[in-house]
């Protein structure tokens, strides 16, 4: 504990280091940085150093000539490989470059492993895998959602193999109102690849189904590979039908089981995974029903006691309505007192704006304008007739101005107005020839002629 008035203590200088990393920080950065870099990878090598413990996870080195890496494959991943690998195999291994942090070691996250030398048909299996993955069919985003309770089951497998029993036999259990279509296909040998597409397209086509179950039961690699080929694939895939992959066992991975919008281990386990559990339903049917009784009687016993306090404040009614009159005539001598009061006041309201209007009358003001008015109508008049009158003299003398320089008025004094055939003006004789027809506009009337001679003033 500080001591009373004890300063504290400052370093004499700064600490000017850069600051250094916790070695967890340093790991955590570099664990980082690996898998940013190293999306997944391929590796192969020799196996060394394996275990397997109790927790089912397999922990193993990976080594050539030169170097090692250390691999670690949980249980999850493990579970699909069918041989159990053994020291010094060969082998192929797909998975995350990371660090693991709590002793700074280097390794791989290994998610699928396989012998170093595959078949032919695994060979093919990882092609079209990698073809397919490449156009996005296994992208989870175009997976289609399963209905959370299906009202039509479809189911696309042998009609005499297990596995349609296995999932009519957990669909009974379960749920047995849920109606199943079966679209009977082969699931083995060369035909079935046909078969698988026909069933889907027959399902899609039927339209009953709202969930599609494709599958069968165990068998090898050759056994499976129909559900392996790009035309099963493709058809899963444009299946307009949300639909579970369910071929072979657990260990068993198909090309289907990528393409499905569910990959379910058994057969029965997808009918497990699409069908509710009516023990449960009526479990909770059961709960909900004992929590509704419970509700109602809480509800009821809260109702009898607020009736229980109702009763008990309710007055006698005889009492109350004389309460009530008492209090409607002492509410109306109230109102008949207020009501005198304010006729009064409007009474001598009124008899004080008769007077101020008796002093303010307007038939004075109304005379005094009819007779400006008529002043008024008197002035304009007069004003209207003096300039009609003027008007009219400078009308007259504009009409003799006129006259006086009228062609019509020179007309009248013997002149006329000479046109020849092309209406043009005629000023001069030269303008005429011999038989030119003319017209002649005089002060009263119109004449046309023709020329029978012209005479030039230099003539």
Same mark, same amino acid.
């Given at each position: 504990?500080?001591?009373?008035?004890?300063?504290?203590?400052?370093?004499? +200088?700064?600490?000017? %280091?850069?600051?250094?990393?916790?070695?967890?920080?340093?790991?955590?950065?570099?664990?980082?940085?690996?898998?940013?870099?190293?999306?997944?990878?391929?590796?192969?090598?020799?196996?060394?150093?394996?275990?397997?413990?109790?927790?089912?996870?397999? +922990?193993?080195?990976?080594?050539?000539? *030169?170097?090692?890496?250390?691999?670690?494959?949980?249980?999850?991943?493990?579970?699909?490989?069918?041989?159990?690998?053994?020291?010094?195999?060969?082998?192929?291994?797909?998975? $995350?470059?990371?660090?693991?942090?709590?002793?700074?070691?280097?390794?791989?996250?290994?998610?699928?492993?396989?012998?170093?030398?595959?078949?032919?048909?695994?060979?093919?299996?990882?092609?079209? $895998?990698?073809?397919?993955?490449?156009?996005?069919?296994?992208?989870?985003?175009? *997976?289609?959602?399963?209905?959370?309770?299906?009202?039509?089951?479809?189911?696309?497998?042998?009609?005499?193999?297990?596995?349609?029993?296995?999932?009519?036999?957990?669909?009974?259990?379960?749920?047995?109102?849920?109606?199943?279509?079966?679209?009977?296909?082969?699931?083995?040998?060369?035909?079935?690849?046909?078969?698988?597409?026909?069933?889907?397209?027959?399902?899609?086509?039927?339209?009953?189904?709202?969930?599609?179950?494709?599958?069968?039961?165990?068998?090898?690699?050759?056994?499976?590979?129909?559900?392996?080929?790009?035309?099963?694939?493709?058809?899963?895939?444009?299946?307009?039908?949300?639909?579970?992959?369910?071929?072979?066992?657990?260990?068993?991975?198909?090309?289907?089981?990528? #393409?499905?919008?569910?990959?379910?281990?058994?057969?029965?386990?997808?009918?497990?995974?699409?069908?509710?559990?009516?023990?449960?339903?009526? %479990?909770?049917?059961?709960?909900?029903?004992?929590?509704?009784?419970?509700?109602?009687?809480?509800?009821?016993?809260?109702?009898?006691?607020?009736?229980?306090?109702?009763?008990?404040?309710?007055?006698?009614?005889?009492?109350?309505?004389?309460? $009530?009159?008492?209090?409607?005539?002492?509410?109306?001598?109230?109102?008949? $007192?207020?009501?005198?009061?304010?006729?009064?006041?409007?009474?001598?309201?009124?008899?004080?704006?008769?007077?101020?209007?008796?002093?303010?009358?307007?038939?004075?003001?109304?005379?005094?304008?009819?007779?400006? #008015?008529?002043?008024?109508?008197?002035?304009?008049?007069?004003?209207?007739?003096?300039?009609?009158?003027?008007?009219?003299? *400078?009308?007259?003398?504009?009409?003799?101005?006129?006259?006086?320089?009228?062609?019509?008025?020179?007309?009248?004094?013997? +002149?006329?107005?000479?046109?020849?055939?092309?209406?043009?003006?005629?000023?001069?004789?030269?303008?005429?020839?011999?038989?030119?027809?003319?017209?002649?506009?005089?002060?009263?009337?119109?004449?046309?002629?023709?020329?029978?001679?012209?005479?030039? #003033?230099?003539?």
């Amino acid at each position: 504990m500080k001591k009373p008035g004890a300063r504290p203590l400052i370093p004499p +200088y700064p600490d000017t %280091r850069p600051r250094a990393l916790s070695v967890s920080e340093l790991n955590h950065q570099a664990r980082h940085l690996l898998e940013s870099s190293f999306m997944q990878v391929w590796v192969e090598g020799e196996l060394s150093s394996f275990s397997r413990p109790s927790s089912g996870h397999w +922990y193993f080195s990976l080594k050539d000539q *030169k170097c090692q890496i250390r691999c670690a494959m949980f249980r999850g991943a493990n579970q699909r490989i069918r041989t159990l690998p053994k020291e010094g195999d060969q082998i192929r291994i797909r998975g $995350k470059v990371t660090l693991y942090e709590n002793r700074g070691d280097f390794q791989i996250i290994v998610e699928h492993l396989e012998p170093a030398g595959l078949g032919p048909l695994q060979q093919a299996f990882e092609a079209l $895998k990698m073809k397919l993955q490449a156009e996005g069919l296994f992208d989870p985003a175009r *997976k289609k959602p399963l209905p959370v309770t299906p009202r039509h089951i479809g189911v696309v497998t042998s009609p005499t193999g297990a596995a349609i029993h296995d999932i009519l036999t957990v669909l009974a259990r379960r749920c047995p109102a849920i109606p199943v279509t079966l679209y009977p296909t082969a699931v083995q040998g060369q035909a079935a690849t046909a078969d698988i597409v026909n069933a889907i397209d027959r399902a899609r086509r039927h339209g009953v189904a709202d969930v599609l179950i494709i599958g069968r039961g165990g068998g090898s690699l050759e056994d499976l590979w129909c559900f392996n080929e790009e035309a099963v694939a493709r058809a899963i895939a444009g299946c307009s039908i949300p639909t579970v992959s369910a071929v072979g066992h657990e260990v068993d991975v198909t090309i289907a089981d990528f #393409v499905a919008d569910l990959r379910a281990p058994t057969p029965s386990a997808a009918a497990e995974k699409i069908s509710p559990d009516q023990s449960q339903w009526l %479990r909770r049917l059961a709960e909900q029903q004992l929590r509704l009784g419970q509700s109602a009687r809480r509800l009821l016993l809260r109702l009898d006691q607020q009736l229980g306090h109702l009763a008990a404040r309710l007055r006698d009614p005889r009492r109350e309505l004389q309460d $009530k009159a008492q209090r409607m005539d002492e509410l109306d001598m109230r109102l008949n $007192k207020a009501m005198n009061l304010t006729l009064q006041q409007q009474q001598l309201k009124t008899g004080h704006l008769a007077q101020r209007l008796g002093t303010q009358s307007p038939a004075k003001t109304l005379q005094n304008a009819g007779e400006q #008015v008529q002043r008024l109508n008197e002035r304009l008049d007069k004003a209207i007739r003096q300039n009609l009158r003027q008007q009219q003299e *400078k009308l007259q003398l504009n009409a003799q101005t006129l006259n006086v320089v009228s062609p019509l008025a020179t007309l009248g004094r013997g +002149y006329a107005i000479v046109r020849d055939d092309r209406n043009r003006i005629v000023r001069s004789a030269d303008q005429l020839s011999a038989g030119q027809a003319i017209s002649a506009r005089f002060g009263q009337g119109n004449v046309s002629a023709e020329v029978t001679k012209v005479n030039s #003033v230099t003539e």
